[in-house]
């Protein structure tokens, strides 16, 4: 174990699959104590049993990201529980079955932008309250894609979301990095593999066919660990004149 986080307090949402349980694993194994957030309740409890098994290390909050209440209470209980906030990961998130513009319902693009972007905004600003009062500020990571970076890695309402969350994120480093030592970085991975490729179901023939323009789902794929190590180093004390960043991690499939 190394002490990169060590004394660390950190909250990761979807903290119960793929991404967000490498991050809490890494973050655990360098000394961080991690308030795990998701709104699946065996995801939150095997993530928990997997990464610390004495039960010291993390804590558990069911979480809807799509409801303010939910993320109220995942950042009082963090506070309840360890008196601070030092980072916070907006890692939960879903996708819209690369629909076009003209098959996206409503239903469907409220819901993709209240987990995907609202919530996010809404989990910064509460934990900004208490970073706005703590000595070392806070740092915030938010989990874009390389569809933030272009128009075809995913269909509208996912794409619209992850352009927002890297507006979201150089906002806040904007605007609190230099007054009030709060970083703010957004992670964009490429084609990574974890349990949200199974929720794309009946796929529009038009997305896919953009998305397959640009190499689609034979892009180069990650595991969620390789997302892991980007994460720790931005939560890190090692990227301290970093803010604002977007860190592309796909495997070189956005050089292509
Ligand atoms: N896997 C990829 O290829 C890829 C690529 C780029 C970006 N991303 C992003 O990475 C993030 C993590 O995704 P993943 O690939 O690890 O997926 P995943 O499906 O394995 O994990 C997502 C987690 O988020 C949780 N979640 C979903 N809706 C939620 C809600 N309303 N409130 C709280 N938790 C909720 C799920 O229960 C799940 O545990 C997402 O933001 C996703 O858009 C994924």
Redesign the pocket.
Known sequence: MADLLKGKIAIV??A?????RQISELFVKEGAKVML????PD?LKQTAAEIDAKGDATSTVI????KEADIVNMVKQTIDTYSKVDILVN?????DNIKTVENMTDDVWDRVLA??LT?PFKAAREVIKYMLQQKDGGNIIN?A???GLFGSRGGVAYTATKHGIIGLTKNIAATYGIYHHIRSNAIA????A????K?INDPDELGMKAMSAIGGMTAPGGK?EQIAQVALFLASDQSKFVNGAVITADGGWTAM
Do not use: E, Y
């Open positions: 949402t979807g119960g699959s793929g991404m967000g957030a998701d709104i699946n995801g979480t809807n990201v799509a890692n939960a998130g879903i996708v987990i995907n919530g989990m894609s390389v569809g991975p490429g084609n990574i974890t349990n949200i490729q929720t969620p």
